[in-house]
Every structure is written in structure tokens, then in C-alpha cells.
């Protein structure tokens, strides 16, 4: 890239020897995320501060550097991937978590401070900041907000964006704003904190965000269903939705998933493996008397609602219950190749939704198995194609592809997204035009204008210019 | 306005006679707000269909006629006022309610259903709608959304903003775009339901909305509680935030307020009149059995947290509670004129904020009486300036003219918001700088310009171009 030798030339005096990085080797670790592409990064900046992050930008503006911004790179769609030469700005050493605020409920940390971490510092307070995720232990706060993060308690919480009162951002032009500055209400003008939210460092530098925070829930309780159909699946979730409790998570999976996880994992299941669909749902209470609950699950059984039904009764049950759900993403990994599709439709369409796959795939008559299961209570199913083991890896990924375009039609017939969570960074650049009019990405491309005229930050991901 | 006659003539093959009024004097109604500014507008449009709304914005884009969306114009901030010989555009006949779906918990409403009939539609299914303002038997869906209307439950439930899944729009330049269209989860790319939401009618016209809904609370109490300070009802909060219930409302008042409230309305306090400042606070709660909550009380009582408190025995009491708080805008209606201030601070900063205000209102010297209430839980104080007897009008409005100077620098000083939850409109344009940076509103501007690069839609709100 030219200009670059200039560029951390006159960093040298903001920044230290150490938060300059430009060894290869050690650049690349921070070129690429779980999507595993191949990293070419010119240099990785490491700051301390926001005043030296603003520094970076600003010089890089001036001299047309390409900044790919950076968190805990667990992303699945390459937001964070620098595989063209860019410098990445890694905000992880600016991870400071500040005093829990017991009044207003929030907290207040840098965007490098690791998912988990926060958790736990909250917990101590009684306090939850509610974005739950399968890569909390590595993922960090810039990173959840950059891509509004979702995970396994949406139905309950929403997504990250329900859950920031404040960011201080830092443009491309070095100036650093603080918008929203904690405030609950702020009706004076457009919101330019909830359009940063999902931008996904294409925008603005995240440096810091003031958390909502929610209580702990008081008891929770984990039941295990198994049914016959969709269907019943969908009445059993608007029954729960009126039940006595707060539902926190509606998990569903097919027979197949709870097969792999049974042989792979040698994970057992309470309610037997015979039926077509299994549910995990996780409920609040503010009571820990559990009759009206008991009472509840035996209506279920009793009006044939479910197949079978049962309440986890210890910590290790439930242990077992998530077991099942969680277990699926790494028995599938055991089994073969996999491609994978984090999509989402209403909830209402849901069972057509669904049944239009299955009977598309079925009818495909492809050498692939297909493994569904996701949070059916937010529209958010997961399908999974796995390689079988007679069919090359060519045939697999050809077969994958023809999938791949009925059932970007179909989402598009149901006006569903080819992102639900993942976000869109490089790899889902092309599919954006099934859940996004011409119209809407004409806005984009104005909005991204406005804050980067130069395309340098994060460039060619969301939509190239 | 040049181009009106073509403009009309034109619509006239595409909306009914009915549907388009010329009358002078039956169009103004249509062109002010509460804020009862001067209406001057040259016709009003009631389209009956999101494709009239389309046609009528695309012919005003080609004809270069400026137009002024509109719902049940009981806006504070002249977010709705045509005062330039605009055309109003109403989406009053637009308001088909569709039936509540259960599984996904939403209700599709076009933007002219009245906010408390969407509240009683819901009501039969069991769900809740919850954003709740005093006007909400005339205020429109669209307009709660253009302005991300707050409420009284913010502090449970969030702005609007939370509380939609899609957004219909239609674009000046005629274009309906289907916003999200109800997907709980939907990361690609930037969100522009939530830019559109809170622009008050100045980016595109919403015409439907999905609505997300929540369980009616089961069971609810409210207490009345006096307090000796500010210091101590930022301990009682506290406390109550992490109480055996949900606080649904947490609402203050001074004793000034009470005073008036008792004399004017005949209102009676059942916890005294002598503390200087007095808490309406509202539990949701699972289960009806209050003994965690009087213990919680009696704890309160014990540890001294407050002067009195009181729970609500009776939906009478509970009434009369509510009706202290709720009487007091009447109440100083009926006392004198009154200059309003709906602003906001971070709720971690209410106290040192209002005791800083009120140092700052004392040392003054001024001939006016201050009421001091609002959303303490949300941090969102109202300071509403009330003429003494002896004073004339001219120096009233001058001295609060010097007030809010003060108190918009005290303000910027705690990085609060000059506009909480009633937007900005036309009134509070020049306010915007104290809330916002120079580099936000030249953002605001490139936005705005990418929606509607003539500047015809509800020209001169929010910001001069």
C-alpha cells in the first residue's frame, strides 16, 4: 500500500513501539476470523486510548491508508477480515470495565473488554447485560455492537441494539462524538447511535459504549419437548408465550441433529429420539414455587400439545438439556464438511417457512444431509449441509450452490433475511440484494459517503462502493 | 406555493374528491399542533392507500411541492405545524388495525390508528402495546413512531424505538420500501427502520408499522412515598431496582407541585404535604400474593429510606395516587402561563442536575414560580416555569428567556438532551447545538439529503437545510 511507510512513520510519535505490529506473520493472526480466510495485513495498530485511535484515523485519511477495525474476530461472514493489504486497528487492548451504575442500571466499558468479562463483572451487582452468545469468552463488546449481535436469549432481550445507551465512536476524520451520552431520552434529531449499531466498522471506530444493564433473572427453569410437527411445535410456542413465566429461550432441533449429538457426543435425551422435532425452552419466574409451573406442563400433556414433556429437575438435567442444543454445531463438525445458513423469516411464517424447505431439499434429491435447528421463537432457523461421505468435495460444494439459490428464493418469497445474526462483512455481500432493494442500497452507499468518502474504512464490506 | 393548481389537478384522477380539501379554514385545523402555532396551508390530502401516498409524494417530487405529514397533531414541538402554505398530507383515514398474531406477538396497524385503540385491540388477546402518553386517545401510531414517542413506562419498557418489527414507508420520490418486514432478526446492513424512527416525517412517510407486543402485567401495585431529598429518592430508586417486582413507573414531584395539585383540583395526598419532594412508583408483579412486597416496604420504612410510604390498597387509591401525579399539568394550566422544559440528563446524574438547576433557579431572583416533576427513573425531569400574579407577560417571557439559557448550559454541562422525548419540530431547531455537535448535524444533513435531496418533505423541521 502506498504511503504506508509515511503513515506509521508519523504514528511513531503518537503511538508505542509495542502497538505497532508489522512482522508478517504476527500481522496476519489478526487479519482473519472464524470464516478462516486468508489474511494480508500491512500492519496492525494495538492503542490505548481513544485520543490515539482518533490519531490513526485522521492520519490515515490524509494519507488514504485502508483501516479494517478489529475485536475478538470470532465473526462468521469476514467483517474483520484484512485480506488486501489493509492495516487492521485492533481495539483490544483498551478493555476497561467500569463501575457497575446501580441507579441506571448500566455500565460503562471500552470496546475491546471480552463478552464474558462483562458478564461477570455485572453479575456481582445482580446485574445482566443480556447478549449471550456461543463465542462470549472471546468475542468482545466493539465487536457485539459493530454487528448487533444476537444469540440464544432474543426472544427474551432482543438484540444488542435494545441494550446500548451510549457510544463514543471515532470517524475517519479522527473527530471523536459521543452519541447519546447515557441518556434514556433524546429525541433531538436522527439516531446516529442505532445507525452505527450493525454497521459493522464501516461507519465509525467503536472506543467505548455505555451498557444497559437488566436484573439476573431470580429462577429459571429448562424443559425439554418433543413433537410430532412444526405445527404443534408453533402452537406449543404461542401456548408458552401466555404461560405463567417470562420465556428466556425457544431452541428447536430436528431428529437428525439430536441423533448426531447422541452418537458423537454420547449425550442423552430424557424424552426419547422417536419424534420428527425437539424444543428446549428456557423459562423466568420471580417465584421459586414451581406449582403453577408443574401445573402449566401438565395441561400441555394432558390436551396432547406435546409428544412428551418433561421440567429438568436438577442443575445437571438442565446441564443436559442445553447439552442437546449446544452439542449440535459440534457434532456436525465431527460428521463432515459443512456449509452453513443463519437466515430468518417472521416467526408467523415460521412452519411454511420451514415446510417449503424441507420438501425443496427432499425434492433436490442432493448427497447431502441437512441438519435444521436455531431459535425458532425469533424466525431464526439454521440450515446445515453436511457432506456424505460417497459424494467429492467439488459435487458438495456444487449441490450446496444450487440449494443455496432456491433457498435465497424462497426467503425472498417470504421476505426473510440471509443474515439473522452474522451480519453480512464479505461473504454475504452478494445475497444482500435478496433481502434489500436497489433502493435501500442506493441509502447505504449515501449514508457511507456521508461518513467515509474515501471508502478506506473497512472497505468492500457490507456492499462495495 | 407555484405548481399547487397542477399539483391537485393532477391528484384529482387518482384520490376522491373527499380526499382532497382546498377550504381555507377546514385546512388550517390540519396545519398546527398543541403547540398552537399559526396554520397557513394550501390543501390537505386524506389518501385512503399506501399507493395514493405514493402518488401524491411522487407528483409533489416532480412538482416541487413541499409537504407536511400529519397524524393526531397533538405533537409539542410543532413537529406537525404547516405554517408556509405547505400542503398537509393526513394519514388520519389510514387506519385498518389487522388481527393480533399470538406466536409472533405483533400487530400490523397502518400509521392513522389511534394509539389507545391499538391499546384496547390488543388488550383482548392479552398483549400490550406499551408505549403510553397522556395522549394517546388522539395521537396516531405514525406519529409515535416519527417521533419515538417516550411515556410514562419508559422505564420498563423503553422508548418506541424498541417496540417495532417493520416499517412501510413511502419516499418523496413515490417509492414504498417495506422496512424489515417483521423479522425479529435481520443483520444486513445498516437499520434504517431506526433511522427512520424518531425523524419526524423529515426522511419518508410511514404508512404501516408492525408493532412488537409484550403480556399484559399480571399484577400490579403502586405506592406513594415522600422523601426529605433528592439524595434520598436516588437511594429509594435504587433500592427499588432491585425490589421483588418490575418497576413499571417511577415518577416524582415537588411540593409545589402536590400544593397546587390539593388547591386547584382538590386532590388529597394520603402520605402528607410537608416533604419536599414525592415518588408515584408502579410494580408489575407474577404473582398476586403481596407479602414479599410489604416486607420490601416495611424494610424501606424501617432503614429510614424515605419519610412515608404507602401502598395502594384500592383501585381507588391507586387511582388517586396516579391522579397526583397526572393533575399537575392541569393544575398549573389553570395557576398562570407556562414556559415548558422536557429535558434530559443521564439518570446517574438527576440529582447533582436538579440540585444544581434549583441553585441556579433561586439565585436568579426571578418573579416565577418553578414546578418541578417527571420521570425520575429515566432521568427526564420537566421544569415548567409558571408567571406570577405581579408580573407582566413581557417580563415573564423575558425572564424565562434568561432562565433557559441557564439551564441549556447547565445542561450541555451534564451532556443532557434539550428535547427528552418531544422532539424538535420547528420550536426547537436553534435548541439542537446545545445537544448535539456541529459534525452530528452536518450527518444529519447528508442524511436527510440522500432521502430527500429537494428538501420538500416537512421542510424546516428538526433542522434548517
Redo the contacts between chains.
Keep these: 500500500m502506498k504511503n504506508l511507510k509515511a503513515f506509521l512513520s508519523a504514528l511513531g510519535s503518537h503511538l508505542s513501539s509495542e502497538s505497532i505490529l508489522t512482522d508478517p506473520h504476527e500481522c496476519n493472526a489478526y487479519g482473519t476470523d472464524w470464516t478462516r480466510q486468508v489474511a494480508n495485513v500491512s500492519a496492525v495498530l494495538l492503542p490505548r486510548s481513544t485520543d490515539q485511535v482518533a490519531k490513526i484515523l485522521s492520519l490515515a485519511n490524509e494519507l488514504e491508508i485502508q483501516i479494517v477495525p478489529s475485536g475478538g474476530r470470532t465473526g462468521l461472514a469476514g467483517g474483520a477480515v484484512a485480506s488486501k493489504g489493509e492495516v487492521v486497528l485492533s481495539l483490544s487492548k483498551m478493555n476497561r470495565i467500569d463501575s457497575v ?6 455500565v460503562r466499558v471500552q470496546s475491546g473488554a471480552i463478552t464474558e468479562a462483562v458478564h461477570e463483572h455485572c453479575k456481582q451487582s ?1 446485574l445482566l447485560w443480556p447478549i449471550d452468545l456461543a463465542a462470549k469468552g472471546t468475542c468482545e463488546i466493539g465487536g457485539n455492537l459493530s ?2 449481535a ?1 444469540g440464544v436469549r ?2 427474551r432481550y ?2 444488542t ?2 441494550w446500548v ?1 451510549a457510544l463514543q465512536v471515532v ?1 475517519m476524520q479522527g ?1 471523536i ?3 447519546n ?12 447511535l ?2 452505527i ?3 459493522e466498522g464501516t ?1 465509525a471506530v467503536i472506543t467505548e459504549a455505555t451498557l444497559k444493564l437488566t ?1 439476573l433473572p431470580r429462577f429459571k427453569n429448562i424443559f425439554l419437548f418433543s413433537v410430532t410437527s412444526l405445527e404443534q411445535m ?1 402452537r406449543l ?2 401456548e408458552a ?2 404461560g ?3 420465556i428466556t429461550a425457544f431452541e428447536f432441533f430436528s431428529q437428525k441433529c439430536l441423533h448426531t449429538v447422541q452418537e458423537k457426543l454420547k449425550r442423552i435425551s430424557r424424552i426419547g429420539d422417536t419424534a420428527p422435532f425437539y424444543v428446549l425452552m428456557e423459562i423466568e ?3 421459586n414455587d414451581l406449582s403453577e409451573v408443574e401445573e402449566w406442563l401438565g395441561k400441555i400433556l394432558e390436551e396432547s400439545l406435546v409428544v412428551d414433556g418433561s421440567l429438568a429437575q436438577s442443575s445437571e438435567d438442565e446441564k443436559a438439556s442445553w447439552g442437546l442444543r449446544e452439542g449440535i454445531t459440534e457434532s456436525i463438525a465431527v460428521t463432515g464438511p459443512v456449509r452453513k445458513y443463519d437466515v ?5 411464517q415460521m412452519v411454511p417457512f420451514l415446510t417449503e424447505g424441507q420438501k425443496m431439499f427432499s425434492r433436490m434429491n442432493l448427497s447431502i444431509d441437512l441438519y435444521l435447528f436455531g ?1 425458532f421463537g ?3 432457523p439454521h440450515f446445515n449441509l453436511v457432506k456424505k461421505p460417497d459424494c467429492s468435495m467439488q459435487e458438495f460444494s456444487n449441490q450446496c450452490d444450487r440449494f443455496e439459490i432456491e433457498l435465497f428464493a424462497l426467503l425472498k418469497r417470504y ?10 462483512g464479505n461473504l ?1 455481500k452478494h445475497w ?1 440484494t435478496y ?3 436497489n ?3 442506493e ?2 452507499r ?2 457511507k ?3 467515509d468518502p474515501k471508502h478506506l474504512l473497512n472497505p468492500g464490506k ?2 462495495d462502493i
Excluded at 451504575?101 to 448500566?106: Q, Y
Excluded at 441518556?183 to 446516529?192: Q, V
Excluded at 421476505?415 to 453480512?424: D, F, P, Q
Design positions: 451504575d446501580r441507579l441506571s442500571k448500566t445482580g454487528t448487533n444476537g432474543v426472544i432482543g438484540m441494539r435494545k445507551t470517524t473527530e462524538i459521543e452519541l451520552r447515557n441518556l434514556e431520552k433524546n429525541n433531538t434529531g436522527y439516531d446516529l442505532q445507525l449499531i450493525g454497521s461507519l436484573r408453533a410456542c404461542e408465550n401466555f405463567p413465566f417470562h419466574r420471580s417465584s430468518a423469516v417472521p416467526v408467523s431459535h425469533d424466525g431464526s421476505g426473510g433475511s440471509v443474515s439473522a445474526e452474522h451480519g453480512v454475504k444482500v433481502s434489500r432493494t433502493r435501500e442500497l441509502l447505504y449515501s449514508i459517503k456521508a461518513f457490507i456492499l
